[in-house]
């Protein structure tokens, strides 16, 4: 199938959106004005924006985007020793690939030293990777070093990926398996629906409670959880290939198309009626994009036969002037519930890239 106008809407689209928003960082923007909703420091996905000016600077030729991408990198910094799990988002989407894509020795410095503080955030019992106690999201107030939540096998795990790849130490290998198998173990129900959030007992391998935030209720399935658990156990198993990590992709996103097939599911799965979220189909498009250009194994394909139609019913969510709309940030507090979001179209974008290039960066 034929990407390379939705491409080029989206550059166009990061283009304007750099123009409009100055040295501020796009958060979510208004989906009928495109006028963005900006936060000071990038918030949980600055990194994604680096993200986005480093693929436009690439693929437009321009590198005066790729510098800003640098220079915003290192305005994030100061956020490397917040205990906060969207470090892994935060330096590996700026860092880690800016590293690859430039060669920076210092860049790969930064990324390390992330994906070592990530790591020493583990709970110790069963090896879980916390939210903690200085996560940084607009929307929420939870924080905390026993809770875990669905997401953590994809923000947690991105700099264990890659710095395990980056330097061999097997802390990152060990690490990752570690939080991917507890999350296995208590998050994904039998019929591959996942639990938002679970709080651990501060001392024993027991969990004291499930609960959602930003699903219907604490038994429902919140669609972006669901969509971060995809693309963690995928991304699992094609780094470590270890089948249960594809035993459990293949079931919670079993889950997923048979509740919305191809099509962009709604916030939640309880809700069918409710807002939609783009930028759920997004995350799973990425990894279903990288998949396609970056694994050999012949069990890939029948997670690859999704791939073309869910892009197909996502691109339909980009209005003209390349603004990915229909995502849902937190329904129950109605904040930026029908809104362009910069994680969403960062994750179309990153999909789009990897198929034009036919590669992946790291």
């Given amino acids: 199938m034929e990407y390379s106008s ?32 900006t936060v000071d420091d990038g918030d949980w996905c600055g990194g994604h924006w680096v993200e986005c000016l480093r693929i436009a600077g690439r693929l437009l030729g321009k590198p005066e985007l790729i ?74 107030t939870l924080a905390s070093r026993r809770i875990v939540a669905i997401d953590n096998v994809h923000p947690n795990l991105r700099l264990d990926f890659w710095a395990a790849a980056e330097t061999g130490d097997p802390v990152f290998r060990e690490g990752a398996m570690r939080h991917l198998d507890v999350t296995i173990r208590d998050f994904l129900r039998p019929d591959g629906s996942s639990i938002e959030f679970i709080e651990y007992h501060q001392t024993e391998d027991r969990i004291l409670r499930h609960f959602t935030l930003l699903g219907v209720d604490d038994d429902s399935c919140w669609s972006r959880g669901q969509a971060w658990a995809i693309a963690g156990f995928l991304r699992a198993w094609q780094e470590f290939g270890e089948t249960r990590y594809r035993d459990a992709g293949r079931a919670v996103l079993g889950y997923w198309q048979g509740k919305s097939g191809h099509a962009v599911p709604p ?95 790291c």
């Fill in 6 to 37: 939705a491409l080029a809407a989206l550059l166009a689209r990061v283009e304007e959106t750099r123009d409009q928003i100055g040295d501020a960082w796009p958060y979510h923007a208004d989906p009928e004005t495109g006028v963005w909703d």
């Fill in 267 to 361: 916030w939640d799965f309880a809700d069918p009626d409710g807002p939609l979220d783009t930028s759920a189909s997004a995350i799973v498009v990425e990894q279903l994009a990288r998949m396609a250009v970056d694994c050999d194994n012949s069990e890939a394909l029948e997670f690859l036969d999704a791939m073309d139609p869910m892009l197909e019913a996502l691109i339909a969510h980009i209005q003209p002037t390349g603004r990915l709309v229909n995502g849902c940030f937190n329904q129950p507090k109605e904040f930026a519930n029908r809104s362009e979001l910069i994680w969403g179209s960062a994750y179309l974008l990153i999909a789009l890239s990897y198929l034009e290039e036919g590669r992946v960066i």
């Fill in 67 to 140: 510098e800003e991408a640098r220079a915003r990198t290192e305005a994030l910094r100061p956020k490397l020793e917040k205990d906060d799990q969207f470090r892994g988002h935060r330096f590996y989407y700026s860092a880690a690939r800016l590293h690859a894509e430039t060669g920076d020795p210092n860049l790969r410095t930064l990324a390390l030293a992330a994906a070592y503080s990530m790591r020493a955030m583990a709970i110790p019992q069963n090896g879980a990777m916390p939210i903690g106690h200085e996560v940084q999201v607009k929307s929420t």
